[in-house]
């Protein structure tokens, strides 16, 4: 026989030259439907019916439902696709299903039973884009429709059973080993219309019948998942779309399956297993607890006490104390050694405050400040002031000392001592706590007719200082020989001429 052509499954074969042949032969089909029982090795009963109308319209519908089940057994045209599924044999057209009632049915264009590779059974819906979207989506409404139905199950283990735990769903029996979650998948190819024309197609029968294929949402309300779950299949058909022209090029187990409610193309395998279910859910929030206690452990080493080393135990960063609750930090220590260096701190800073207490007496002992007057270390609890004693040296406490460096002023020159200081300091000692001073510096700065400023500035005199000196205003200029008391009304500052 030169064309081997099966007209009873709507498909086609090659001829013994290549050429492959589509759409059914127009004359003796009767002939057609025996040659291809005769190939198959099937009896002329079981080799079903010719394709309804094919005299009217030339069998367009049946003429895409053979090229779909071609593309399935032959497999892709492209140099790298992948090969077919099954034979013409695993296959049925025209099989009609009853609903409950007996007035509706459903009819797929295309039955295949695949077993061997997962596939127990594929129901095929051909698309020409003749038919409008509602249409084709009111489609997968009677398959679910169909698949709820339940039948008594008349296996003697159910026998104590009550009657609704007796049955079963028809399809269990007529096609079992069924472990996919849902009811039998349905396949959709479409054609007859442009790339775009059919993308937008398949989204729309998408969008139309979410709820036969979408299945039942279930979200898990924790503080780590932002709202994550997974969906369940039990009462969803498995919806799977592709284009005629796809599947001719890359075959069924290519990546041209769009399985509903999930992006991106797979293969046929691929796309029958469900999306989203529970299990990729727990894998997700495996991961995410892992990738928490990765965090944990990233925080304990952080948390590290830095004097012994010990790390805090992985379900807690704090420990009871005995003045409560402490709270580990980074870079910190554990409560024991923080204990005990609270303890050294305590103990250095009481010997700080005795060393204070012991300076502030010692200075106050000492000749007070020549500016202020004060005691000669600072004003109690200044932060400037020494934790020791001033030296015999310290002429200032240390906040004059900067004001007069911040001001420029240069380093303080005492007063000259005069004639009758110097003759009175040879009957009695002076009473002046910076006499010894001031001796020195007359020793150190005897230069002739230098102007030495001290004391204070009267800054309400409004008296200019002479010209290279340290500035301010004066009470009194006096020429060396007559002097100013020691005692004497000071200004911002007192001078005396040498």
């Keep these: 026989m030169r064309c081997r052509v099966v007209t ?69 045209t492209a140099p790298d696709a992948a090969g077919g599924v099954g034979a013409i044999a695993d296959w049925a057209t025209e099989v009609e299903f009853t609903l409950p009632g007996g007035r509706r049915k459903v009819r797929p264009d295309a039955v295949l039973q695949v077993p061997e590779i997962g596939v127990l059974v594929l129901m095929v819906e051909v698309d020409r884009s003749t038919m409008a979207p509602e249409r084709v989506a009111a489609k997968f409404t009677a398959y679910r429709e169909l698949f709820r139905v339940k039948v008594r199950d008349n296996d003697p283990a159910l026998a104590d059973k009550e009657g609704a735990d007796r049955t079963v769903y028809w399809w269990h029996r007529t096609w079992p080993g069924h472990i996919r979650a849902g009811y039998p998948p349905v396949a959709l190819v479409v054609t007859d219309a442009g790339p775009v024309g059919l993308a937008n197609r398949q989204e729309a029968v998408a969008e139309l019948s979410a709820e036969c294929w979408g ?24 919806v799977v779309a ?55 452990r ?26 409560g ?102 009957v009695s000692a002076p009473d002046d706590p910076w006499w010894e001073v001031r001796v020195l510096h007359a020793k150190l700065y005897p230069v002739r007719g230098r102007w030495v400023w001290s004391g204070w500035l009267d800054r309400l005199s409004g008296v200019a200082a002479p010209r290279g000196l340290w500035g301010g205003s004066t009470k009194a200029l006096v020429p060396r020989g007559q002097g100013l008391r020691s005692g004497g009304v000071p200004g911002r500052f007192s001078c005396a001429w040498r």
């Design 8 to 76: 009873a499954c709507g498909a086609c074969l090659r001829t013994p030259t290549g050429r492959r042949t589509t759409g059914l032969r127009r004359r003796r089909p009767a002939a057609g439907l025996e040659a291809a029982g005769h190939v198959l090795g099937l009896p002329r009963s079981d080799m079903g019916g010719t394709a309804r109308g094919a005299g009217r319209s030339g069998a367009r519908h049946a003429m895409a439902v053979n090229e779909t089940i071609a593309a399935f057994v032959l497999g892709g």
């Design 298 to 323: 990233e925080l304990m080493r952080t948390l590290a006490c830095v004097d012994c080393g010990q790390v805090p135990k992985e379900e807690s960063t704090y420990e009871y104390g005995l003045h």
């Design 325 to 426: 609750q402490w709270t580990r930090c980074p870079g910190g220590r554990c409560y024991p050694c923080h204990h005990k260096h609270e303890e050294r701190r305590e103990k250095a800073a009481a010997k700080a405050r005795g060393r204070l207490e012991k300076a502030r007496q010692a200075n106050a002992a000492l000749r007070p400040c020549w500016t202020c007057r004060g005691s000669i270390g600072g004003r109690a609890g200044s932060p400037l002031e020494p934790d020791e004693a001033a030296g015999r040296g310290r002429l200032e406490c240390p906040q004059c000392a900067g004001d007069r460096e911040v001001d420029g002023l240069g380093p303080l020159v005492l007063p000259v001592p005069t004639k009758r200081e110097l003759v009175a300091a040879l």
């Design 242 to 296: 592709t284009t005629l022209e796809l599947l001719a090029e890359h075959g069924p187990l290519g990546p041209v399956w769009w399985r509903f409610g999930r992006a991106g193309r797979h293969s046929l395998m691929e796309a029958l297993d469900n999306p989203d279910t529970r299990a990729a859910y727990d894998l997700r929030q495996q991961a995410r607890e892992k990738k928490a206690r990765q965090a944990r």
């Design 215 to 238: 299945g039942q949402r279930y979200t898990v309300r924790r503080d780590d998942n932002g709202g994550d779950g997974w969906r369940e299949y039990d009462d969803a058909v498995p």
